[in-house]
């Protein structure tokens, strides 16, 4: 089965793959249920910044394997994915930030630049699908 082959990896020893999209998938759907209660999830939005490594494919496939049998079963995974950047302390241009391209501003050269956005992780917002709690106020 994969699931059980999935989590045996996410105890042993850990080399990328989906071990990394499954844990994140775990705290988020602790997230939700905490912010959703009994109520049913019908899709899900996060944020996730370029810094996070994250795969959204892989996130995807470990959101439905994590919240199988759980009450956000079915619920839609909507992933944006936020590019990483950097702003310069000297010129004070933002440039975006890719694997290959390093830390220095592209404008000036300056290495006195910061990171500033890629490393979101952001529930964003959470559809709710719940036509049937409006009995409150009823007497
Ligand atoms: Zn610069």
């Given at each position: 089965m994969v699931a059980a082959r999935l989590w045996n990896t996410s105890r042993g020893q850990v080399k990328g793959g989906e071990v990394?999209?499954?844990s994140l998938c775990r705290s988020l759907a602790a997230a939700v249920t905490r912010a959703a209660g009994e109520r049913r999830v019908e899709a899900v939005e996060?944020?996730?910044?370029?810094?996070?490594?994250?795969?959204?494919?892989?996130m995807a496939h470990a959101w439905t394997f994590v919240v199988r049998g759980t009450t956000?079963?079915?619920?839609a995974l909507r992933i944006t994915s936020i590019p990483a950047a950097i702003t310069c302390d000297d010129c004070g241009a933002?440039?975006?930030?890719?694997?290959?391209?390093?830390?220095d501003c592209r404008s000036c050269g300056s290495g006195h630049t910061r990171v500033t956005s890629g490393e979101e992780f952001?529930?964003?917002?959470?559809?709710?699908?719940?036509?049937?709690?409006?009995t409150k106020g009823e007497s």
């Amino acid at each position: 089965m994969v699931a059980a082959r999935l989590w045996n990896t996410s105890r042993g020893q850990v080399k990328g793959g989906e071990v990394h999209e499954v844990s994140l998938c775990r705290s988020l759907a602790a997230a939700v249920t905490r912010a959703a209660g009994e109520r049913r999830v019908e899709a899900v939005e996060v944020s996730i910044g370029g810094l996070r490594q994250v795969v959204p494919d892989a996130m995807a496939h470990a959101w439905t394997f994590v919240v199988r049998g759980t009450t956000l079963d079915g619920a839609a995974l909507r992933i944006t994915s936020i590019p990483a950047a950097i702003t310069c302390d000297d010129c004070g241009a933002t440039t975006e930030l890719g694997p290959e391209l390093g830390f220095d501003c592209r404008s000036c050269g300056s290495g006195h630049t910061r990171v500033t956005s890629g490393e979101e992780f952001t529930l964003t917002a959470i559809d709710i699908c719940d036509p049937a709690r409006v009995t409150k106020g009823e007497s």
